[in-house]
């Protein structure tokens, strides 16, 4: 069957038929080919020269979109405070999908500027690092770093309960050189210092390996002649129970021996 009708009335014929199809359709398919839509999709939309063009706005107009629903998907044309780009609704919040001056890649990315692009945040909330979905690693916003603590008091602070061994190990591989070097350019202060709040305990340690030849289990040196390579101390007020420095294996000294105490050399 055959119907005529004039354009106007043709135009609206259709589109009216069109809207009764597509209210009965189960899924439906644009194309200039006439293929049927595939059948897991609601909507199949097939072209070799167009494309699916979102709905764009700016930040302000995303964000003042009243009770937006799950999985709504706009295109914020302007920076905003994350970036152009593509952005959806979680449930929750807006997210950037993907912003214009794109991601981090799973496999690296190339063609990176120090200057702009970097991992972290650009307010003053901290930045965490975890795996195993645990939190590992968080950098505060004031910049320091903490290990095993989300409020690191310090630039670096690692806080790790691991019995029996040492929560950090720095090994220099080469035959020369230190495994570590602290230095302190300015002040009084101490460059390295080690402290033990567990009775028994020792705040500095150190061991020479190797059960032959040459080497220094703990090692001082001062370039002024008025200070001291390495020094030791106890408390000068009560019983005498302890000492400024113990040589089991005996003790050996070059260029003097200075100030010491008769008591404390001598056993008898």
Known sequence: MKILTNTKTGAVFFIMLLTLTSAFAQNVAINN???????????????NNRGLLIPRMTAAQRVAIATPATALLVYQTDAGTQGAGFYFYNGTAWMPWSTASG??????????????????????????????????????????????????????????????????????????????????????????????????????????????????????????????????????TGAWLGFGGVFTGGLGYLNGLYNLSDRRVKSN
Request: charged share 5%; hydrophobic share 35%.
């Open 33 to 47: 080919s006439g293929a049927a839509p595939n059948a897991s999709a609601g909507l199949d939309i097939d072209f």
């Open 103 to 236: 991601g981090w890649g799973l496999t690296g990315n190339a063609g990176t500027a120090i200057a702009t692009n970097f991992l972290g945040t650009t307010d003053n909330v901290a930045f965490a690092i975890r795996t195993n979905n645990a939190e590992r690693i968080r950098i505060l916003g004031t910049g320091n770093i903490g290990i095993g603590t989300a409020t690191p008091a310090y630039n670096l602070e690692m806080r790790v309960a691991v019995a029996g061994n040492y929560i950090a190990n720095f090994e220099n591989t080469s035959a020369t050189g230190s495994a570590l070097l602290a230095y302190n350019n300015a002040g009084t202060s101490n460059a390295l210092g080690g402290v033990t709040n567990i009775s028994g305990g020792i705040g500095a340690y150190g061991v020479h390996l190797p059960n032959s030849g040459g080497g220094i289990g703990v090692y001082g040196t001062s370039n002024s002649s008025n200070t001291y390579g390495v020094r030791g101390s106890v408390p000068t």
